[in-house]
C-alpha cells in the first residue's frame, strides 16, 4: 500500500474519533442543560443499586428518645482501690495485676511518701458506690470510677482534695457497695458503726442512697469519741469488738435495733477504765469462720 493510501486512512480515523467526541460533549450538554434527563439517570442508577445490593433493613428506627449519662460510658470493670494511711487514694485495673506461684516475690501495688504505707485495699467494679465515714460522724460519697486512675506504682490523690471534708477532720472507715438506686440492695442492708468510746449504731442502707456533696450525719459523735469503724451488714450479721485492753465481745447484730441517721447510738461495750478504748470492729457472716487476732508488736492468735 502506498503512502498517501495509508495517510488517508488515518484522516478517516482522527475524524470518526472527532465525531464520537463532539456526540459524547452534546451529550454531556443535554444532561446539564434538562433537570428531568438528570432526574432519570439518578433514577435508573439507584434502581440498578437497589437491584444489586438492595436488602432487608437491619437497623431499627424508633422515635422514643433516653437519656445517656456517663456512667453508661464507663465499662464496669474490675479494679483494686487502695488507699493509704496518710489519706491517698487510687484505683487500678485488677488486669495490672498477675496471679502468681507460691515462690514468687510479688509485685509493688503502690508508692507512698515518707512515712506513709497502704492501709486498705478494696477489690470493686467501676459502677459500685464507696461510702466514706470520717472520725466526726459523717458520709460522703464517690462513684468508683471517679477515684482518680493510677498505675501499679504510683501514689495516689489525698482524699480531702476529692470530697468535701474539714481540714481537722480525717476519713476513719470505708465501704464498698452496689448500686444504691437497687432498691432490694439498699433495704436488705445495713450499716453498722462503732466508736472508740464503745458506742454501736446500726443504720439502714436506704439512708444513705441519696448523695450529697457536702456529706451528711451518718452517727451524733458525744464529747470526747470519735468514729471508729463501720461495715456493711445483712442484718443476721454477728458483731465483734475489740478493746486496747486485750478483750472482746460478739453480739447478733439483730440485737442492736435500726437507727435514724442523727442517732448517737447504743452501748455496744463496756470499757473499763478511762484509758481504753475499742480498736476493732469485725461483723461475721459465717459462725464457724475462724478469727484472727495481731497485736501491735506482731503476736497473732486464731
Known sequence: MRLRQLTGLEQDK?????????KTIQG?????????LRMNIIKEELEEI???????RRSVIEYAGGDVSITDLIPDEKVVITISHAGYIKRTSLSEYKKQNRGGVGAKA???????????????????????FTQTGKCFWMRVFEIPEGSRTSKGRAIQNLINIGLEDKVKAFICT??????????SHYVIMATKKGQVKKTPLEQYSRPRTNGINAITIKEGDELLEAKLTTGDSQVMLAVRSGKAIRFEEEKTRSMGRNASGVRGIRLGNDTDEVIGMITINDSETDVLVVAENGYGKR
Open 28 to 36: 454531556y450538554r443535554d444532561i446539564l442543560d434538562s433537570e428531568e
Open 110 to 132: 503502690t508508692s507512698t511518701r515518707n512515712e506513709d504505707f497502704l492501709e486498705h485495699l478494696f477489690v470493686g467494679t467501676n459502677h459500685q458506690y464507696m461510702l466514706f
Open 50 to 56: 437497589k437491584a444489586k445490593y438492595g436488602d432487608e
Open 14 to 22: 482522527l475524524r470518526s474519533e472527532y465525531e464520537e467526541l463532539m
Open 178 to 187: 452496689q448500686d444504691l438506686k437497687d432498691e432490694e440492695y439498699i433495704n
